[in-house]
């Protein structure tokens, strides 16, 4: 008996101290998640508002590149553009500078333009409009996206006698940044009154604005932003999850002790309910401080009660310890078995959207081969890569992307059969094994209902989402001998589709592992063709337009093949990538180039800089690639501000943390960096601010047709405006004709590289160019070779 009780008492304490000990655990991990989950809040939050404070951005754009005075039509038409969909912003207006001289000209030109008995006006203290006094300049309200022709708001005059309109005028004007308004009541939009205004000045063209001199006499006028807090919020949070409510406070309002917004947490069946700041912090909360652009607001999120504030019946599971022991070690194995199941479906199942992982696939994939040997079952395996959707992920962001890829999941569930089995291998990776393909006909039906399900828009987060999907197909057939087999030839059959413009479906063929063979090949000769030294530079110069003088060179490799010839790098290049032989002969290139470049500085004719093309699948290994820079520069003698890497700006925008530091101590060894290929990947022009950028190669793409298109050409001018206020380097490539140089020069750009003035050339060519330090435009293009890198 007593044996018994002190088994039972035994088991009774280990029992309560293990429950205790998840308790306390879960608590933990309950409280931290929820931390987390605030703080993805306010970094989702920061980035929002970020975005749409890069609207004014794109605004004064608008007047940087418009060679006349912007009008009111074109600004209001490109203000609707911009805004389109976007009912967080109320409106944008256009503020000029108008001085005592020219305010009888300007109210005349405004009464012209159709705005209704315009004067401008000063706020009395009534909330009422005046005419203003004579003073020394106005910045009155002009154009407006919104307003009528007889609204009373145009002529407004925002200085207010150093008012906090006036402060936010000079330090937008004196700072040259985007600044944010302290919260007030707005007089138009829906809901929630509180707002904000944001201004960014607009400085005149051609004016240099460098200094604070520079900038109080040359501003031109601000472009003004109208955002309503709770539209802005609500959108900016509407797919977060889980929701959270969350207080909006603004310390520098009057009434800070009271929140400006409160977004409500969807979980919640009734309005959340504002409370005072005291009151908030007096029970569990998250805070949290939000800066964007120098204007702050305190975020406050109660703890929510259910998981994290739940509460314990000690008494009643002590009761059921002490009564049903048996049953608790039961109730614990059962509980044990049933977290062995969760866990192994977990394994064999895609988190995001619940589809089979690529496990599961292997496995079903391989009972499929077993089956067909045994009775012929015929199968075949469809390969699904979205196309477009790293746009996606790059500007509606993660969530975005993850949701969109739950909405593929469900639309391709809809299309497969019991029998088949649909998986996700990660990404925007998708397979589909059909069961009992029996024919062509069939397989081909099933790839062409993916092809057009996937095709029609995707209504997600508030946003009309385009994708495609390109469909590798590979039928098995028995002489296939395995599982992994199958699954490349159905690899090599949507690179095909890729290829053959996307959106589409290919099957794989014979003349498909013709090509892979060739690849192979070519991959097994480039390796070997490294160390027999059949790889040469060509250089290409970068010219000073107007003298012709020589500023720089870009090395080019060629490979010299025994039996294939001469071929240029998108032969071999893509090869080179894929077979990880990369790394090799991206040493190799910029080993060659500066033992080119010691040899010249012996001869005195060494050029300004010598740039060096670098694949983004080089700096996957940061410590072997900064290792190897670094011992090339010290081994030739050479020194590193005469070396440029060119990197492009996809490579930068996925750069990590961990490469951006080796970016920084690159150029803290004096190395330079250039962007490639400038405009033709997604610019989201943030970089631009983080890396210690020299130069901007502005994409030959865009060069190529400034003469006879239109927007090919304000993409260059404002190409070149963006470098020159950024203080970085702008080069043109791909200039073929006098005229293409002559538009350069006009909007800014002095320099270039193009066959106008060489193509790429060998060694001892290029010698030759250095030595005459000058290179006179051709009269007529010259004949091109094959593509150049």
Same mark, same amino acid.
């Given at each position: 008996? @007593? /044996? !018994?009780?002190?088994?039972?008492?035994?088991?009774?304490?280990? &029992?309560?101290?293990?429950?205790?000990?998840?308790?306390? &655990?879960?608590?933990?991990?309950?409280?931290?998640?929820?931390?987390?989950?605030?703080?993805?809040?306010?970094r989702t939050l920061e980035s929002g508002i970020d975005r749409y404070f890069e609207n004014l951005v794109?605004? +004064?754009?608008?007047?940087?590149?418009?060679? %006349?005075? @912007?009008?009111?039509?074109?600004?209001?038409?490109?203000? =609707? $553009?911009?805004?389109?969909?976007? !009912?967080?912003?109320?409106?944008? $207006?256009?503020?000029?500078?108008?001085?005592?001289?020219?305010?009888?000209?300007?109210?005349?030109?405004?009464?012209?333009?159709?705005?209704?008995?315009?004067?401008?006006?000063?706020? !009395?203290?009534?909330?009422?409009? &005046?005419?203003?006094?004579?003073q020394d300049e106005y910045f009155p309200i002009y154009y407006s996206s919104k307003e009528t022709p007889d609204s009373k708001l145009y002529g407004f005059n925002l200085l207010d006698n150093n008012g906090p309109r006036q402060q936010m005028l000079d330090t937008a004007r004196d700072e040259d940044r985007v600044v944010a308004s302290n919260t007030l009541q707005v007089r138009s939009g829906a809901g929630d009154r509180s707002g904000f205004l944001v201004v960014l000045p607009v400085y005149r063209r051609g004016q240099p604005f460098d200094t604070l001199k520079d900038r109080r006499q040359n501003l031109e006028g601000f472009v003004l932003g109208i955002f309503q807090i709770g539209v802005m919020i609500d959108a900016t949070l509407a797919n977060v999850v889980p929701p959270l409510e969350t207080y909006f406070f603004d310390p520098a309002a009057r009434w800070g002790d009271m929140p400006i917004y409160v977004h409500s947490s969807r979980l919640r069946p009734e309005p959340a309910v504002p409370v005072t700041l005291g009151a908030l912090?007096?029970?569990?909360?998250?805070?949290?401080?939000?800066?964007?652009?120098?204007?702050?607001?305190?975020?406050?999120?109660?703890?929510?009660?259910?998981?994290?504030?739940?509460?314990?019946?000690?008494?009643?599971?002590?009761?059921?310890?002490?009564?049903?022991? $048996?049953?608790?070690?039961?109730?614990?194995?059962? =509980?044990? @078995? %049933?977290?062995?199941? +969760?866990?192994?479906?977990?394994? +064999?199942?895609?988190?995001? $959207?619940?589809?089979?992982?690529?496990?599961v696939f292997e496995e079903r994939l391989a009972i499929a081969f077993a089956a067909s040997r045994r009775n012929g079952n015929p199968f075949a395996v469809h390969f699904i890569d979205l196309d477009g959707f790293k746009d996606v992920n790059d500007t509606l962001g993660h969530a975005t992307g993850d949701l969109l890829l739950c909405a593929v999941a469900e639309r391709l569930k809809k299309l497969v059969r019991q029998s088949d089995v649909l998986a996700r291998f990660g990404g925007d990776e998708f397979a589909v094994l059909q069961a009992d393909a029996s024919d062509s006909a069939s397989i081909g039906v099933l790839a062409q209902k993916i092809v057009g399900a996937i095709a029609a828009p995707f209504a997600v987060a508030g946003s009309e989402i385009y994708v495609t999907a390109s469909v590798g197909i590979a039928p098995h057939?028995?002489?296939?001998?395995?599982?992994? *087999? #199958?699954?490349?030839?159905?690899?090599?059959?949507?690179?095909?589709? =890729?290829?053959?413009?996307?959106?589409?479906?290919?099957?794989? &063929?014979?003349?498909?592992?013709?090509?892979?063979?060739?690849?192979? !090949?070519? *991959?097994?000769?480039?390796?070997?063709?490294?160390?027999?030294?059949?790889?040469?530079?060509?250089?290409? /110069?970068? @010219?000073?337009?107007?003298?012709?003088?020589?500023?720089?060179?870009?090395?080019?490799?060629?490979?010299?093949?025994?039996?294939?010839?001469? #071929?240029m790098p998108p032969i071999f290049i893509p090869i080179a990538e894929k077979s990880a032989i990369i790394q090799e002969l991206g040493s190799w290139v910029f080993a060659a180039a500066c033992a080119q470049l010691a040899q010249w500085e012996q001869q005195g004719i060494a050029p300004r800089i010598l740039a060096v093309n670098v694949s983004g699948l080089q700096l996957k290994r940061m410590d072997d690639f900064e290792r190897d820079i670094a011992g090339t520069i010290v081994r030739w003698n050479i020194k590193p501000g005469a070396v440029e890497l060119e990197l492009t700006e996809t490579v930068l925008m996925e750069t990590s943390q961990k490469l951006s530091d080796v970016l920084q101590r690159l150029r803290q060894m004096g190395v330079r960096i250039a962007i490639d290929d400038f405009g033709t990947g997604f610019s989201s022009l943030k970089y631009l601010t983080i890396y210690p950028i020299n130069k901007l190669k502005i994409a030959q793409e865009l060069v190529f047709r400034v003469t006879d298109d239109a927007r090919n050409a304000t993409v260059v001018r404002a190409a070149v405006r963006l470098a020159r206020d950024l203080d970085i380097e702008a080069v043109a490539e791909g200039v073929e004709t006098e005229a293409q140089a002559q538009f350069l020069l006009s909007v800014g750009c002095d320099r270039a590289q193009g066959y106008l003035y060489s193509r790429p050339v060998d060694a001892t060519a290029a010698t030759a160019l250095l030595r005459r330090g000058r290179i006179r435009a051709a009269k007529e293009p010259l004949l091109k070779e094959l593509p150049a890198a």
């Open positions: 008996m @007593v /044996p !018994t009780i002190c088994a039972a008492l035994f088991g009774l304490v280990i &029992s309560i101290c293990a429950w205790l000990s998840v308790s306390v &655990s879960d608590e933990r991990l309950a409280q931290q998640e929820f931390n987390d989950n605030a703080t993805d809040n306010e794109a605004l +004064r754009a608008l007047f940087d590149s418009t060679k %006349s005075e @912007v009008t009111r039509d074109e600004f209001v038409d490109f203000s =609707k $553009t911009l805004l389109k969909g976007q !009912t967080e912003i109320l409106g944008v $207006t256009w503020i000029p500078r108008v001085t005592r001289d020219g305010r009888a000209a300007h109210e005349m030109a405004a009464r012209r333009d159709g705005i209704i008995d315009y004067h401008i006006r000063n706020a !009395t203290a009534d909330d009422s409009l &005046s005419i203003a006094p004579e912090l007096a029970v569990p909360h998250w805070a949290g401080d939000l800066a964007v652009n120098g204007k702050h607001w305190k975020l406050i999120v109660p703890r929510p009660q259910g998981s994290i504030g739940r509460s314990h019946d000690r008494a009643g599971l002590i009761f059921a310890a002490c009564l049903l022991i $048996t049953g608790l070690v039961a109730a614990y194995m059962w =509980k044990s @078995v %049933s977290y062995a199941r +969760r866990l192994d479906e977990l394994a +064999r199942t895609d988190p995001l $959207t619940s589809l089979a992982n690529r496990r057939s028995s002489d296939i001998p395995a599982a992994d *087999a #199958l699954m490349i030839q159905a690899d090599l059959a949507l690179y095909r589709a =890729k290829a053959d413009g996307e959106n589409c479906f290919r099957s794989h &063929s014979y003349e498909l592992d013709q090509q892979a063979r060739l690849r192979i !090949t070519l *991959a097994e000769e480039l390796r070997a063709g490294i160390g027999r030294g059949e790889l040469e530079l060509f250089y290409q /110069p970068q @010219v000073e337009i107007g003298s012709g003088q020589i500023l720089g060179l870009e090395a080019l490799v060629r490979w010299n093949h025994p039996k294939r010839g001469l #071929l």
